[in-house]
């Protein structure tokens, strides 16, 4: 098989011949059809995500979409020819996705959602996994709840306002102004973060009293501002990027709580991937009626010029998620 190789830190990529892998006890055999670009993937190749614990040279590429061509034993609920996808590889030192095949823990993966195509399915895993434990898992969102999500048109925060609208939550998000009317569509109330305080956004759309959850996806002073923004008694501050060093007391004073997602655990400890699939379980269920929607950048990637893609990735240009085409 065909797979592109990082070998050095900011290094080519390296198109070379591997062995295609065999579906051991309770994996699968994917052929592959699309790769997911995230930023973290970008941060790996550049020797900034230590946290990934993936060691060079590799195969990177979190995310996937493709088709099952072999099952292992064990293995149940998949067949040869189920399309499917997930975030299988690309840390711990686990094959990522830019290959044409990959032998992946099937507790990982979940049938592809059949309204979308292999481009969207191989860019919602990281996303919508990571938008789910926050606001599902962690926060328990629920119908008529106030919700905010901080960087509410990036990856994660697209997925954060469709999946707290699915559970009938009021949702508001925070965005630069020329990505305004995008969330309006998704059907959240647009916060420019730049015309608005906290404390004017807060009194403007909650009178004064705090949103019930904030989802923050951006870290750093967002963080902080969360803990300024979240409802007194009982409100609860999630963080995909709360990796800093932050004062609890405005927390503490309002009575609120905080959670932390670190989405990559399962992968590199083993432990819990059955709940990742169960949650693209949810992903698919929600794309078949309509209700989840994924921002593609219009360009096209394959594996011949995947650089470019990883390229427009870390550029901060790519108007939605970046997608190698790998069939």
Known sequence: MRAAVVTTVDGAFELQERTRPSAQAGQVLVEIHASGVNPLDTKIRAGKADHARQPLPAVLGLDL??????????????????????????????????????????????????????????????IFITAWEGLVDRAGVRFGQQVLIQGGSGGVGHMAVQIAIAHGAEVYATASARQQHRLAQLGAQPIDYSTQTVAEYVQTYSA????????????????????????????????????????????????????????????????????????????????????????????????????????????????????????
């Open 208 to 327: 004064g009293q705090g949103f019930d959850i904030v989802y923050d996806t951006v870290g750093g002073a967002v963080l902080e501002a969360s803990f300024q923004a979240v409802k007194a008694c009982r409100g609860h501050v999630v963080s995909c990027l709360g990796w800093g060093t932050h004062s609890l007391a405005p927390l503490s004073f309002r009575a609120a709580t905080y959670s932390g997602v670190f989405t990559l655990l399962p992968l590199l400890t083993g432990q819990g991937r059955e709940r990742h699939g169960a949650i693209l379980r949810q992903a698919a269920r929600l794309a078949d009626k309509g209700q989840l929607h994924v921002w593609l950048d219009p360009q096209r990637f394959t594996l011949d010029n995947v650089a470019a893609a990883y390229d427009l990735q870390g550029s901060g240009q790519a108007q939605g998620k970046v997608v190698v085409e790998i069939r």
């Open 65 to 126: 979409a493709g088709v099952v061509v072999a099952v292992g034993a064990g293995v149940e609920g998949f067949a040869v020819g189920d399309e499917v996808f997930g975030m299988t590889g690309g840390v711990g030192g686990i094959q990522g996705s830019l290959a044409e095949y990959a032998a992946v823990d099937a507790r990982l993966l979940a049938l592809k959602p059949q309204q979308l195509s292999m481009r969207e399915a191989a860019a919602l895993p990281l």
